[in-house]
């Protein structure tokens, strides 16, 4: 089976880093993605891992190691509608699905 | 390009009782999945279809949910009787291609059980 982990909640201020951490058990997948989710909104898809290294797309970048079991989410220079939450995903080894983390909310205060 | 259409948006109903949710994944979209996220929790996968097959209900509680694609594009998901934990968001998600991890999710159903 699959579990990913991650923070409950994350705060920081306008204009910061934070880093969201994916800590993850699974016996096999085909990458790790990432999706943002507004209260009362769809999680929409912010990036993909398929190999280890960084990913980046604009203020967010995005961390793999399978050696380490570990994943990452980089948002910089935080904006208040970045409040939301973040989850983590992988798509098991022989399967179409993607199996969700327990999620981050991330609060930015001004 | 229109997205994933969900209805309706919210649904109140007493326990005991039906209800059905109606997906529209995006157009050309073979995939599509059914997912149930409950309140501060991650989304847990229902049920996929390929077309019209199902390719994985392995966590659908099927005494009581059923979920069908019949033409291959729209689906409709039931659930009779409803429990009280079964209060959550139904999310319906489309995808093209797999192999990006990006699914294109709709913005649910809300279902609350009294």
């Known amino acids: 089976g699959q579990s990913l982990e991650q923070p409950s909640e994350v705060t920081a201020v306008e204009g910061a880093i934070v880093q969201i951490n994916c800590t993850y058990q699974?016996?096999?997948?085909?990458?790790l993605s990432w999706y943002q989710q507004h209260d009362g909104g769809a999680p929409t898809f912010l990036s993909y891992?398929?190999?280890?290294g960084l990913e980046e797309t604009g203020r967010f970048s995005s961390f793999l190691s399978r050696s380490d079991s570990y994943g990452y989410l980089l948002l910089q220079e935080l904006q208040m509608k970045d409040s939301a939450s973040y989850f983590c995903?992988?798509?098991?080894?022989?399967?179409?699905?993607?199996?969700f983390g327990t999620g981050t909310r991330l609060l930015v205060s001004p | 390009e229109a997205g994933v259409a969900q209805s309706p948006r919210y649904k109140i109903i007493e326990k005991r009782q039906s209800v059905a949710f109606w997906c529209n994944p995006i157009?050309?979209?073979?995939?599509l999945y059914w997912y149930q996220q409950i309140l501060g929790q991650g989304p847990k996968l229902l049920i996929q279809?390929?077309?019209?097959?199902?390719?994985?209900d392995s966590q659908l509680p099927k005494d009581r949910f059923s979920a069908e694609r019949l033409k291959g594009v729209d689906s409709t998901l039931k659930i009779q009787p409803a429990k009280l934990e079964d209060s959550a968001v139904y999310l319906c998600?489309?995808?093209?291609?797999?192999?990006?991890?990006?699914?294109?999710f709709g913005e649910g159903s809300r279902l609350t059980v009294l």
């Open positions: 998600a489309s995808s093209l291609k797999v192999n990006t991890g990006e699914l294109f």
């Open positions: 699974t016996s096999g997948f085909y990458g």
């Open positions: 891992n398929a190999l280890d």
């Open positions: 995903a992988v798509r098991p080894t022989g399967f179409q699905k993607l199996v």
């Open positions: 157009s050309g979209h073979a995939t």
């Open positions: 279809f390929q077309n019209n097959g199902v390719v994985d």
